[in-house]
């Protein structure tokens, strides 16, 4: 098991930046491919970035290309999200999640996550 607890939301401008952690406690991190999701209200849950296990390869969705920087450090269990030139539309809960799945150079999708954290809320205003 994992438990995966998020920290580092909050309410910024637009144009503003914010650090999101993700805490692994329990089994090995390095053996997890590391996801970023997001969920704003009313739509569905949106893949934004992930890591290989060794932080040496990482993708993103488009919209958060250039401004979102997706990290890990595994001898402190942590991944993070360096978010910057925030928009408004950034505005969701984000989630963090591990997957056992092998990394791919393309979206690893919600389900094939084996474990979620309990989201950390990001608004951005205008």
């Known amino acids: 098991q994992v438990q995966l607890v998020e920290s580092g939301g909050g309410l910024v401008q637009a144009g503003g930046s914010l650090r999101l952690s993700c805490l692994a406690l329990?089994?090995?991190?390095?053996?997890?491919?590391m996801g970023w999701f997001r969920q704003a209200p009313g739509k569905e849950r949106e893949f934004v970035a992930h890591?290989?296990?060794?932080?040496?390869?990482?993708y993103y969705t488009d919209s958060v290309k250039g401004r979102f920087t997706i990290s890990r450090v595994n001898a402190k269990n942590t991944v993070y999200l360096q978010m910057n030139s925030l928009k408004p539309e950034d505005t969701a809960v984000y989630y963090c999640?591990?997957?056992?799945?092998?990394?791919?150079?393309?979206?690893?999708?919600?389900?094939?996550?084996?474990?979620w954290g309990q989201g950390t809320q990001v608004t951005v205003s205008s």
């Open positions: 890591i290989s296990r060794s932080g040496a390869n990482t």
């Open positions: 329990g089994r090995t991190f390095s053996s997890y491919v």
């Open positions: 999640a591990a997957t056992i799945a092998a990394y791919v150079s393309s979206p690893i999708g919600p389900k094939e996550y084996d474990y």
